[in-house]
């Protein structure tokens, strides 16, 4: 195949993808079944509805700008907002409370509007669909909502205090007044102060604060007050803001806010049906004080999991990028890179693991939308999927950059937004470690997806057999000779890592069973295969003793194989949109420079 193909606008129903002339590609062409059976593992019964929201994010044609001051950067991202939701032609509030519709709108952001990305949780599941799910119908409330629905202002939440995220610890105050019917909100000491919440530049920006709730001098817990932080005639009444330095990367309009009483209206309390203010001034309450802050933050699920999605396809992206690239670059007249087995086996692995994750990405959104939902631990899916699926795209994105060299580094190449994003990923929302502290409890290795067999080959035994061992410990409070654990929450660590490692080789096991392609079958089996075998080498110190340790290793180069021959094909599941603007991915990147600069190849004499 020539280079244009890697990577290429997503396979239509009557087209072939080539196959590659080197030894990392297949040699004759895939069928379109293969791929189409490929790109459904990703993406699910949810193609055309991904394909729509995709084509308009990369219509947005964000990018990388150089030159500009990250202050300036900063306020791409709302005016991208506008336009997507446009062009969409869904409110702010469907799209918050519609599951397959966020993920489609965040699971392609990072990749094409690196600029938009990261206010997308924060819009839709941390502001908008607080309202939807916290509301009261009020007017106000319903105003607030209207500007959000177009993104004339851009919410966000205000939870993180500069002593901490506190949770039930909260300093900051929202004290209930009756003469003037609402809350004066405050920050009492320096602890209190709102930490990085986006919003010291000009942007309309609409707001979900959470504080500690006073009514009568008595304290009725942490729970969530809207109110808009600023408006076109500039910020709230009683509301300092000193914006915060650049960040390394991902520009955004991050400060420190200090509540100086700030009054809001009654209806700025969000409580839903369980906290209410009566007419007379009563606050009642049937849920425990201590639990309040958890019930309310409860929304926090579906961001954490729209992040990871969102991560996961830039490291799909990142790869394509990268074996693109290899197949061009070739040093004077030396070996291909695409020919080095070290570049070969830095591709393979990366691939098992974006396929594993990306299908446990996706099964757990189609969990939260099906018509079972209510049946499932939501919280337990996002605080399982963010980390193993930021994790993996930091390690993804972050090999790709440095196996790309001094192309790598470029912003034009796309790599190093995509890194930025993902990082700041890895923190919002809840960051990952305090995520797998919180969840990492013996009963996880009890969590299946639905539809899981109990006979499982070999390699997802092995993990749970791992699991097993660490849950065991957990319970007994005592460490098992394998672990590094220093204590219980080092060793809740390990409990979320065995876990959410097993759930995302079942996840595309499971594909490989469902999928009625039989070449696309054998490569998600291998594909499964590959990604288990190598969690297992590489945590191999549970597995010394195992009868089956003697054959991961010939296994797992046996899996790598197929996965290679068959390149091509499992690229082009990836259904990326068109991204040869980047020189990384263009058809020849020599040329690409040769536009750039304007030069020709040789110098006049």
């Not at 177009?150 to 901490?164: H, M, R």
């Not at 849950?471 to 929450?489: I, N």
Request: aromatic share 6%; net charge negative; glycine share 8%.
């Amino acid at each position: 195949m020539t280079t244009a193909d890697l990577p290429r606008p997503a396979v239509s129903d009557d087209a072939t993808p080539p196959g590659h002339g080197t030894d990392l590609g297949p040699g004759p062409s895939e069928p379109v079944p293969t791929v189409a059976a490929l790109r459904q593992m990703i993406f699910g019964e949810q193609w055309a509805l991904q394909q729509r929201f995709r084509d308009v994010i990369a219509g947005l044609e964000d990018g990388p700008r150089t030159g500009l001051v990250q202050a300036d950067e900063a306020v791409i991202g709302p005016e991208l907002l506008r336009l997507a939701l446009a062009q969409l032609g869904h409110s702010a509030r469907e799209i918050a409370a519609d599951h397959q519709l966020r993920g489609a709108l965040c699971g392609h952001a990072l990749v094409t509007a690196p600029h938009m990305a990261p206010i997308l949780t924060g819009h839709f599941s941390l502001s908008t669909s607080a309202i939807n799910r916290l509301g009261n119908g009020s007017r106000y409330q319903q105003d607030c909502l209207a500007e959000l629905d177009t993104a004339q202002a851009i919410g966000l939440l205000c939870l993180t205090e500069l002593g901490g995220t506190n949770g039930n610890d909260h300093r900051t105050i929202a004290e209930w007044d009756a003469t003037t019917d609402g809350f004066w909100i405050s920050s009492p000491t320096a602890e209190a102060w709102k930490f990085m919440p986006n919003a010291a530049s000009a942007v309309p920006k609409t707001a979900v604060v959470t504080a500690r709730l006073l009514v009568d001098g008595e304290d009725q817990g942490v729970l969530p007050f809207l109110f808009r932080l600023r408006t076109a005639e500039g910020l709230a009444d009683g509301l300092e803001v000193v914006a915060l330095p650049d960040k390394a990367t991902t520009a955004m309009d991050h400060g420190i806010f200090r509540f100086t009483r700030m009054w809001v209206p009654r209806d700025a309390l969000l409580g839903g049906d369980w906290a209410v203010l009566t007419p007379e001034g009563r606050f009642e309450c049937a849920v425990p004080l201590r639990h309040r802050f958890h019930r309310a933050i409860g929304v926090l699920g579906d961001g954490r999991l729209d992040l990871a999605n969102c991560i996961i396809a830039a490291a799909r992206a990142g790869l394509a990028g990268l074996v693109n690239y290899s197949l061009q670059r070739r040093p004077g007249q030396g070996m291909l890179m695409a020919d080095r087995d070290n570049v070969r086996l830095d591709v393979v692995s990366a691939l098992a693991a974006v396929y594993a994750t990306s299908v446990l990405g996706r099964r757990i959104r189609d969990l939260r939308s099906g018509p079972d939902a209510d049946e499932h631990p939501h919280a337990v899916w996002s605080m399982i999927a963010k980390p193993l699926l930021t994790y993996t795209g930091l390690e993804v994105l972050t090999t790709c950059e440095q196996r790309a060299g001094a192309q790598g580094t470029l912003r034009s190449n796309l790599f190093a937004d995509w890194i930025g994003g993902t990082k700041g990923a890895i923190t919002a929302e809840g960051e990952n470690r305090i995520l797998q502290v919180k969840v990492g409890r013996p009963e996880l290795e009890f969590l299946c997806l639905p539809g899981t067999p109990e006979q499982l080959p070999w390699y997802l035994d092995m993990l749970i057999h791992r699991e097993h061992r660490i849950a065991a410990s957990l319970r007994d409070s005592a460490p098992d000779p394998a672990s590094c654990a220093l204590g219980p929450e080092s060793a809740a660590v390990e409990m979320a890592d065995a876990t959410s490692q097993r759930l995302a080789a079942t996840a595309l096991y499971l594909e490989s069973v469902a999928a009625t392609d039989p070449t696309a079958a054998r490569l998600a089996e291998s594909a499964a295969a590959a990604y288990a075998l190598q969690c297992i080498h590489s945590n191999a110190a549970w597995f010394i003793a195992h009868e089956q340790m003697p054959r991961v290793a010939g296994e797992l180069r046996a899996h790598r194989t197929v996965l290679l021959d068959h390149l091509t094909a499992m690229i082009e599941g990836f259904a990326l949109p068109d991204l040869s603007f980047a020189p990384i991915f263009s058809e020849d990147y020599i040329d690409a420079y040769r536009k750039f600069t304007g030069w020709a190849d040789s110098a006049a004499a």
